[in-house]
């Protein structure tokens, strides 16, 4: 499975962005997708995940994010979307879209198998 992120851009404290995740060579439905972001200097934190289609559970959110980001599937363009809004300062950060061999949501990073090349989010004060 391939993904490609994409979406990311330069925007300023409240604005919203959505990120984009195509796959190819697999069906997002059938697989636990997450998000990730990389902060300058830091490690890799997870986001958000969701499971896959007809499965219990998810999604689920950091906790820095609750409230204001959105993981979504659209199935018919086997894309995975992350909706940011009110985004802040600290939200700066290459952000990853990642699938996993299970059904199930995932909220650790070794927990997926496949990863985009990251797409990045400047949030200006």
């Known amino acids: 499975v391939q993904l490609q992120a994409s979406g990311g851009g330069t925007v300023q404290a409240g604005d919203s962005l959505r990120l984009s995740c195509t796959a190819s060579?697999?069906?997002?439905?059938?697989?636990?997708a997450g998000w990730f972001r990389q902060a300058p200097g830091k490690e890799r934190e997870f986001v958000a995940t969701?499971?896959?289609?007809?499965?219990?559970?998810?999604?689920y959110y950091a906790d820095s994010v609750k409230g204001r980001f959105t993981i979504s599937r659209d199935v018919a363009k086997n894309m995975v979307y992350l909706q940011m809004n009110s985004l802040k300062p600290e939200d700066t950060a290459v952000y990853f879209c990642?699938?996993?061999?299970?059904?199930?949501?995932?909220?650790?990073?070794?927990?997926?198998?496949?990863w985009g090349q990251g797409t990045l989010v400047t949030v200006s004060s």
């Open positions: 990642a699938l996993r061999r299970s059904y199930y949501y995932g909220t650790k990073s070794d927990h997926y198998d496949f």
């Open positions: 060579g697999g069906t997002v439905n059938d697989y636990g």
């Open positions: 969701i499971s896959g289609s007809g499965t219990s559970g998810g999604p």
